[in-house]
């Protein structure tokens, strides 16, 4: 099973707002990443965020992390017709495990309305 | 650097073949990973070599299976092909120069090989 789920699984705004993604896991983590992917292509990595950071920038991109919660967020500012694919949060389950290996969510499909 | 290549970027294969893909992972990088993805499973790991070792293996059937070589590039083979197995490889590769665990560095993906079975 999905070790990540994202929320919501679909989102469209229009160029120009913000858009915001949560990704939720269930087990203790070392680092959670983002990725986005367009259409059927590879990843490509976002943004790296520790499990002792609990906020982290990058661009237009802002990730936080609650691990109390076991939650993240992933927040694209001022959004463009680019950013438009799906977004994947990814959890590592942490040395505890024996068994070092990332987990994906379900991803978000963001659409950006020009 | 040129990047993670994986070749072929199509395959069409029947039930019961079995099938090799190859992923050349970006130069220096010693780790490799793969991922099968489908619309109802999403992204699942199968597994990451690390140095010519599988480090870590999901959970999959034996019938997947993979190896590194020397210079890092990988292959993994799928045999006794069923229908489900039609889906997205992705290969991903990681500097990880210290050897750390998977989850400490970015990974660096291909644009995958679309595998379908009839």
């Known amino acids: 099973s999905q070790q990540g789920e994202e929320d919501p699984q679909a989102l469209s705004i229009q160029e120009g707002e913000n858009a915001t993604m949560n990704c939720s896991y269930k087990?203790?983590?070392?680092?959670l990443q983002w990725y986005r992917q367009n259409s059927g292509r590879g990843l490509v990595h976002l943004i790296l965020?520790?499990?002792?950071?609990r906020e982290k920038h990058s661009g237009r991109l802002r990730v936080t992390l609650d691990t109390s919660k076991k939650s993240s967020s992933l927040l694209i500012t001022a959004s463009r017709a680019a950013d438009t694919a799906s977004y994947f949060c990814?959890?590592?389950?942490?040395?505890?495990?024996?068994?070092?290996?990332?987990?994906f969510g379900t991803g978000t499909r963001l659409t950006i309305i020009p | 650097k040129a990047g993670v290549t994986q070749t072929p970027r199509y395959l069409i294969k029947t039930r019961g073949q079995q099938v090799t893909l190859s992923c050349s992972p970006i130069?220096?990088?010693?780790?490799v990973s793969w991922y099968q993805q489908t619309p109802g499973q999403g992204l699942q790991f199968l597994f990451e070599?690390?140095?010519?070792?599988?480090?870590n293996k999901g959970n999959f059937p034996g019938r997947f299976s993979g190896r590194q070589f020397s210079n890092s590039r990988s292959e993994m083979n799928v045999s006794t092909l069923e229908l489900g197995d039609s889906a997205l490889y992705l290969c991903?590769?990681?500097?990880?120069?210290?050897?750390?665990?998977?989850?400490?560095?970015?990974?660096?993906f291909g644009p995958g090989t679309r595998l379908t079975v009839l």
């Open positions: 965020i520790r499990s002792n950071e």
């Open positions: 070599y690390f140095s010519e070792t599988q480090r």
């Open positions: 991903a590769s990681s500097p990880l120069t210290s050897g750390g665990a998977l989850g400490t560095d970015t990974q660096y």
């Open positions: 130069s220096g990088h010693r780790s």
């Open positions: 990814a959890t590592d389950a942490g040395s505890n495990f024996g068994n070092e290996k990332l987990t």
């Open positions: 087990t203790s983590i070392n680092n």
